[in-house]
């Protein structure tokens, strides 16, 4: 391979050979080895006097990274220095994350990210993926006509709009689509040059940036309407020109934006929305491994989902599909969900109810009898009172909307509630585990969005589930891309999240963990990529004929952050 396209995937590769040199080869994030340069790597590629002469291993390395981000003080410090490392050694950064992934995915992924998306213009040093901005929307062939995009397979775009909990971050959004991508590759070993973030930067709403002397986006008010609508299709149609068989994952649009791209674009490219279908799949691979422990199947909770913007609707749905398969007629199962917006229960008539929403409304019919504490709007109390809640889910962004009269008269009725506080990041949780545990006298199945620590219940330590997107899509991408799938269907998303599911441990040992060790993220990546594959070829999506070329396939692709033997081509 040529240095404008270096491929060091180890399973297919021995060796890498590239006509860079000297301060090109050190500067080259993909290429650069630092101190493990060899002595003879050094002669011939004149990199002695630009290195120290000392002579490591990627092992050395590692060490060396974990000192100095043992000596970070503060979670941004920490995600700082892996942003860093990223820039100047993917190599290394990647081994770094490998063999430490229970300390380094709280840094590099959720809760830091958040704040790494805040301070994104303060941090800002060399270029990472692609800025399309829209005084630009009409130089985007050319942008990504570069020569060095030719081996792009995936890209995650986002334009910033809803970063997590925290709202519109504008050009400072780049952060996700960036962290998204690492773990393409830290978590189902995607090569990290088959990767592309995006970030489409059509203004900011948020006064502060808008107002901040350092922002590095555009600094305009946000395009919307039919603007907003030809810039992303300007965007679609140069992407297809250019790789006609992408996989694009679309990341923190606003609700209505991310259903509406999503439906427009889901038959015509190979496509998903993370926020709306991974978010499902992890939602639901939990909860089917948290009813084990109750010992009433998925058919028989009433579910409570509170915030259904694209999230919430998108579990709402995927619950909809699993609790049809263990043989509920769909109007039996949508009797079991209930869903709030910004204004209470949504029920017909009420207020702010959005498309996604609809089909979710109760009728007053639902309701009649109840003991309601308002005339006016159906508050998350009175569900749990009145329906005998038995799984309450969150995804509002609203910290502390799980309170203690709520928990308290849900264990009532319940001998093991469910509840999962799912929004990002740890400021907007809607409860902390060790107030759920401690209202339910430790009774309750606790799942959460960012990671927390194991809570003490009657002397014994309890592992909180992280129901992490990061155990779906990083998996669900590698599966589309080895099987070469055309379309991802819905089968596909449901065959990600029963992998998951059959993965955990508490399948078989209802006191065990919902979810795999967070260490085991690579393992569990690759077994999502199995199922997806394979689901792909009984859809008829995808471009392997067998599930024997599927293996083939995966064994063949994932790469490994190990250093190669370079030679120089003259």
């Known amino acids: 391979m040529s240095a404008d396209s270096p491929s060091r995937t180890a399973a297919r590769q021995a060796v890498v050979r590239t006509r860079l040199s000297g301060s090109d080869l050190l500067f080259n994030a993909r290429l650069n080895k630092g101190t493990a340069f060899t002595e003879e790597e050094r002669n011939v590629f004149g990199l002695h006097g630009l290195l120290p002469p000392h ?62 998306c805040q301070r994104f213009s303060e941090i800002w040093r060399r270029p990472r993926g692609l800025f399309i901005s829209y005084p630009n929307k009409d130089r985007i062939d050319q942008i990504l006509a570069d020569p060095c995009y030719n081996d792009i397979r995936c890209i995650v775009v986002s334009d910033g709009e809803r970063i997590l909990g925290l709202g519109d971050q504008g050009a400072g959004g780049m952060g996700i689509p960036i962290g998204k991508m690492a773990l393409y590759t830290a978590l189902a070993g995607i090569p990290p040059e088959h990767c592309l973030p995006v970030l489409l930067d059509v203004g900011t709403d948020n006064e502060t940036l808008l ?33 006609p068989h992408i996989l694009l994952q679309w990341e923190d649009f606003a609700g209505d934006n991310a259903a509406l791209l999503l439906k427009r674009y889901r038959d015509r490219l190979c496509t998903f929305n993370d926020d709306i279908q991974g978010t499902a799949a992890i939602t639901t691979a939990t909860l089917l491994a948290a009813v084990n422990a109750t010992g009433a199947p998925l058919s028989q909770q009433i579910i409570a989902m509170y915030g259904s913007g694209a999230a919430g609707a998108g579990i709402a749905n995927l619950l909809l599909t699993a609790m049809q398969e263990e043989g509920l007629t769909e109007e039996q199962a949508r009797k079991r969900i209930y869903v709030f917006n910004r204004y209470g229960l949504v029920i017909e008539g009420g207020s702010g109810i959005k498309e996604g929403q609809r089909p979710f409304a109760r009728t007053r019919a639902d309701v009649e009898g109840w003991h309601l504490s308002s005339a006016k709007d159906i508050s998350l109390l009175d569900v749990v009172r009145n329906a005998k809640v038995t799984i309450l889910a969150g995804v509002s962004a609203q910290a502390a909307a799980f309170t203690e009269e709520i928990v308290r008269e849900m264990a009532r009725h319940t001998e093991r509630p469910i509840i999962f506080p799912l929004s990002n990041p740890t400021s907007k949780s809607e409860a902390t585990p060790a107030d759920l545990l401690k209202w339910t006298e430790g009774r309750a199945i606790v799942g959460t969005g960012s990671p927390f620590a194991p809570v003490e219940v009657n002397g014994k330590l309890v592992r909180i589930a992280q129901v992490n997107n990061s155990y779906i899509f990083p998996g669900l991408a590698l599966g589309i891309l080895v099987s070469r799938a055309r379309r991802v269907t819905d089968s596909m998303i449901m065959a990600a999240t029963k992998t998951l599911a059959q993965l955990s441990p508490a399948r078989l040992d209802s006191t065990q963990p919902l979810l795999p060790p967070v260490a085991d993220s690579r393992k569990v990546g690759l077994k999502v990529a199995e199922g997806v594959g394979r689901q792909a070829i009984a859809d008829g999506v995808a471009g392997v004929e067998s599930v024997e070329a599927l293996m083939d396939q995966l064994a063949a692709y994932v790469w490994e952050p190990v250093y190669l033997p370079y030679e120089r081509i003259y």
């Open 55 to 116: 002579v490591g291993t990627l092992e050395d390395q590692r060490e060396r990274r974990k000192i100095a981000l043992d000596n970070r003080d503060t979670m941004f410090g920490k995600y700082h220095l892996m942003r860093d490392l990223q820039d100047s050694d993917e190599t290394l950064f990647y081994s770094f994350i490998a063999h430490n992934i229970e300390e380094l995915l709280p840094i590099v992924y959720t809760p830091t990210v958040g704040e790494g």
């Open 211 to 243: 107002n901040d002397p350092i922002y590095i986006g555009w600094q305009h008010q946000r395009v919307r309407g039919q603007e907003y609508d030809d810039f992303v299709e300007t965007f679609v149609s140069a992407v297809e020109r250019r790789w």
